[in-house]
């Protein structure tokens, strides 16, 4: 937790550099692009991963080959059909040249991401996150460098094409390294049918968080300028901060926890409950004090002014994060 608190924070300074050195145009296609990529995620796994991580007996290579099939079934299939349309859905949502490239290389990142799935789960299933956050140290290292010098020099949205190609390399290579695994192909039945029993109801959850949030950017990306998306892009950065930095930290190491904890209820009823004590005892403080700073801030720091009409969006993220 506190590795990925560390990592959160480079998240933090490097996005206050990224929104400094970008005007909200530039800001808002990295925003709205990556909202159109994100429908694209919640179909490539169908909750496989949480699938496996939760299950009770030990994996085996049965499990880890069809998982890695499935996958790269779904992934591949929606990457080469996301690179086909991309002129479409470029002249569809007006984007630039560079808008249309950057969707390019945001889905080809997916299939780079799929492949880090069965090493990252094999770490997780073991509780080896000493291990797993490396290659995400790694990967957002590569990735906020390039953004943040690629802006500085005058690059706009190309600063992200190049940043994200960058994050999805370094991440695969590092994952690998730090958890070898041969990629294999196999199609078993019984693990498929145990998969989705689980998978699809975990997914379901993941899908209505994304109608929410994600469905509502890629609607207003067609419907607002990019500026606009832009602001909605800032307002829900910043407000999302205090969830990254303490609940996802959380949950991203109880998961796997309890989930070796299944058959002793006691003792997994009185972890969930310290975990959501001690969630909202550290993100509702930051919330308000968020709230409250947030305009004066905006005003003190130079460049920062022209984020000021996204101080209203700001708030009602801040409330949406409050009850999630």
Wanted: hydrophobic share 55%; charged share 10%.
């Amino acid at each position: 937790t506190t590795r990925t608190l560390l990592l959160q924070g480079l998240a933090l300074i490097a996005n206050f550099l990224l929104t400094i050195l970008l005007i909200p145009e530039q800001y808002g296609i990295f925003f709205g692009v990556s909202a159109l990529v994100d429908f694209l995620i919640i179909f490539s796994d169908i909750g496989l991963g949480a699938a496996l991580i939760q299950k009770k007996d030990s994996l085996t290579e049965a499990d880890l080959r069809t998982t890695f099939t499935v996958q790269q079934i779904l992934v591949n299939t929606l990457v080469v059909l996301a690179l086909i349309f991309s002129r479409p859905i470029g002249i569809f949502y007006g984007l630039s040249p560079e808008g249309i490239w950057l969707f390019r290389v945001l889905a080809i990142s997916l299939t780079l991401a799929s492949l880090k799935t069965i090493p990252s789960i094999k770490l997780e299933r073991k509780l080896e996150f000493h291990k797993l956050i490396i290659p995400q140290i790694i990967e957002n290292l590569f990735f906020y460098v390039t953004a943040v010098t690629l802006a500085w020099q005058g690059f706009g949205v190309s600063s992200f094409i190049w940043a994200v190609l960058l994050r999805g390399i370094s991440g695969l290579i590092t994952m690998y390294i730090v958890s070898p695994w041969w990629p294999k192909f196999a199609l078993n039945k019984s693990v498929i049918k145990n998969l989705f029993s689980f998978g699809a109801p975990f997914q379901l959850n993941t899908i209505m968080a994304f109608v929410k949030d994600k469905l509502l950017i890629a609607y207003l990306f067609k419907v607002l300028t990019p500026a606009q998306i832009g602001y909605l892009g800032w307002a829900q950065k910043w407000s999302l901060y205090p969830l990254q930095l303490v609940m996802d930290s959380i949950s991203k190491v109880t998961f796997p926890a309890y989930a070796r904890l299944q058959n002793q209820k006691q003792s997994l009823e009185k972890a969930i409950n310290k975990s959501l004590f001690f969630t909202s005892l550290f993100i509702f403080p930051m919330i308000i004090g968020l709230i409250a700073t947030a305009p004066a801030f905006v005003r003190l720091i130079p460049r920062y002014s022209q984020w000021q009409p996204a101080l209203l969006a700001l708030g009602f993220f801040c409330i949406n994060s409050l009850w999630s």
